[in-house]
């Protein structure tokens, strides 16, 4: 594995290698002194041309648990607001001596070009394509499930939980905007491969094309959808308003009411059912500050996981190693 470009050809080894890396790395971050000596001397350079909160200081978080040096640019504030290529940009930051590149760009496909363009030669890690993939956010949410559902039935070893069969033959169901999220394509094809059984809940307008040769149940009405199945988890997708430039659907009450996870429809679901948001979430809208608050959200997992996890990607990419030696 030389990149970690998206989850549609993440083979199934190397997905569960990753996450098994991930519950090596918890102990870590568990730890007093949060560090381990692994990549000294090697620098991670963070290239984020669109906004982030989670996903880049976790990136940077992870890298420095790993003692690499970090070096962030972010296009705003940058020469690229001046009119610098990308291949500009990409070469100067090489220039500079960078070992790994974790991108995030506005444009579907930009870390597939910088692996394959030549500009340079060091892993590249997706960070968020466009609407295509988010293979680290996919990653930490399995990882999260995995955990949730107590069970590590893929690699082998179960734990206590209240399940105990992890992702296999979990029922997980994606519910909202799903024809702009990258988060929901790179889980469906992970989760998928991991031995969970996705359905997508969606208004047909915020379904894409092809939708129906994804391994994915569909369904159009969350009502029927919820009380369809007894889900493992219900995970809800931001509306992302920044990608629409036509109108998908009525208006943001109409939404709310057809499409939200309100504190009613949290009291329907079965007591286990785990609720998952990437984050950022527009309380009131897309989830219910019940939803969002309430006990069995993983939704604060998920962030913190997201450093195991990204520490485990780095590690594997530059080192090449599967399990830490220490
Ligand atoms: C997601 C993203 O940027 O794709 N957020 C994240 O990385 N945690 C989801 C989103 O913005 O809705």
New binding site residues.
Partial sequence: MKHLLDTISLSRDDAISILDIAEEMTQVSDREVKKLPVLRGRTVVNLFFED?T??RLSFEAAAKRLSADVLNFSAKGSSVSKGESLQDTIQTISAMGADALVVRHAGSGTPHRLAHTGWIDVPVVNA?DGTHE?PT?ALLDAFTLRRALGGFAASGAVKDGPRGRGLDGAKIAIVGDVLHS??ARSNVHLLARLGAEVHLVAPPTLLPWGVDNWPVTLHYDLDEALHSEDYAAVMM??V?HERMHESFFPNEREYARLWGLSAARLAGLPKETFIMH???MNRGFEISAAAADSPRALILDQVENGVSVRMAVLYRLLTGQEETND
Avoid: F, M
Wanted: aromatic share 0%; hydrophobic share 15%.
């Fill in positions: 982030s989670r996903t968020g988010h956010q990258r988060v997708l931001r992302q990437p984050g950022p």
